[in-house]
């Protein structure tokens, strides 16, 4: 019988696998606003294990940067992302999203599984002991930055790509907080605030990209012509 | 002061515990989905009078079917009534006849059940009843790599993979129950009973259209005591898996510790309390999900994979 870890290290990697499992439902699910919706329950989970591990280790500072962390993330980008998916007008779900496969959702599966697999071996093989660090939880996040490239991989409309690049973004997090829970509070911020950025310049690229094709789709830009 | 049962009686109380309550659970369900379906739905006995009836009716058997025809629904039942003598129903200590089987040999066990009916329905030469059992034997196929997982993950949390063992260790402390590997396996478990019993992803559970039949359209050409068999063996099967899921991973608690009248009673209520909460999870679920397309089968299985794939992964780097 091995030992289980404590009831905090346990609650800490739970929190982790699920915010892991949210990713695969973002990769598998065909309509942009539920994706939009796993991210923000993603993010509610990162703010909740920022809380777990303050009350943990006494770090006070952490639990400013779960408020911020949720306001932003669970807030204002799903928020944001909402609006500019609307912008092309056509009702709640932007065109070129649904059904924009290029594997079939088992075979999406299985594949990220395989990718998982490598993302969890390759950062469990680095031996990171922090002092916050469950070191599963951080192998979790190594496994959710390939899942995250691989729904950005699979998926061939620009909504989904922008989702996968700001969960990526939380898989970053996730990680940050488990090796350096005591980073500097300006620092995680300024990281915190960097996603807006981001989100704004994928903003861009979705509209620039709807007012050429009237589609979310990238299947079109394959026939570039010189 | 109550008696102490010998260990025999124990032994023998946990397969008639599910011999005679399987039926009750059926009940429970219908009558949980029929209320969210805002229907006064059947008698909680229903099962039990329609068991009755089925036995007093003419047996018939196909031109041309062989004597298996007829031997498969007993030796299915035979095979069902087998499993509770290997796993927890009501004692938390193993009783004599326990460590026969380990999980593998509960699942061999319910495999042969499945076999011996899947070859009765191919004697019968009818094309629904052969339907259904090609398709049950390829998605069992599919569920059968979750199954497997699970037991990986079992016997690397235990060392062993005796389903008392499993018991045993989520009872030992808080840990072991947030664990991820625990959870993970738990709810992949979850989804393969779901699959089993034929209550999400295609099978409607209790309907008449053929097309949409697994495991329901075997039994099609059994009649009289032979498909009162069946469908017990099917009640059985369900009650088998929900006592798995409910005593051996979820909610080990509440078995009886020692030998006591009273306390193997306490056991019998608190199964039968687990069995009907485990019923009430399925039919909320059952009834607030769209069947799946029959070729979607495969996202369902794909997802069950991936939870009992993680709960190998987070055990194997010792975190898990």
Known sequence: ?226 | MSAALPVQVIQVLQVLTIAVCAPWVTGVIAKVEARLQGRRGPRIAQPYYDLAKASRKEALAPEGASWFFLAAPVIACAAYLTVPLLIPVLTSYGLPLGYMGDILGGGFLLSLASFAVATAALETGSPYAQLGSSRAKTFSAITEPVVLFVVFTVALLTGTDLPYALAATVRSSAGQVVRPAHLLASAALFMVILHETGRIPVETHAGTNEFGMIEEARAFEHSGPYFALLTWGSELKQFILYTILADVFLAPWGLAASRQLGSVALAIVALLAKAAAVGCVVAVIDNSFAKLRLFKITEFAAAAFLLAVLGVFTLYLGGG
Do not use: W
């Open chain 1, 1 to 226: 019988m091995t030992n289980a870890p404590g009831v905090y290290q346990g609650a800490a990697n739970a929190i982790a696998a699920v915010m892991l499992l949210l990713e695969f439902g973002m990769l598998r699910q065909a309509l942009a606003r539920d994706q939009v919706r796993l991210y923000a329950a993603q993010s509610a989970l990162i703010s909740v294990l920022a809380v777990v591990i303050a009350a943990d280790r006494g770090l006070p500072d952490l639990y400013v940067l779960a408020a911020t962390s949720a306001a932003l993330k669970v807030l204002a980008v799903p928020l944001l992302l909402r609006r500019l998916l609307r912008a092309g007008g056509a009702g709640d779900e932007p065109a070129g999203v649904a059904g924009s496969y290029t594997l079939s959702v088992a075979s999406a599966v299985l594949a990220a599984i395989g990718l998982a697999a490598f993302g969890f071996f390759a950062f469990g093989s680095l031996h990171l002991h922090g002092p916050a660090a469950p070191p599963l939880a951080l192998a979790i996040a190594g496994a959710m930055v390939f899942v995250a490239f691989g729904l950005m991989i699979v998926r061939r409309d620009v909504a989904s790509q922008a989702i996968g690049f700001c969960t990526l973004e939380n898989a970053i997090s996730l990680a940050a907080l488990v090796v350096a829970a005591g980073l500097p509070l300006i620092l995680e911020t300024a990281f915190l605030f960097d996603l807006l950025v981001a989100v704004v310049v994928f903003g861009m690229l979705i509209r620039a990209h709807h007012a050429r094709t009237e589609s979310l789709s990238t299947a079109d830009l394959t026939r570039l012509r010189g």
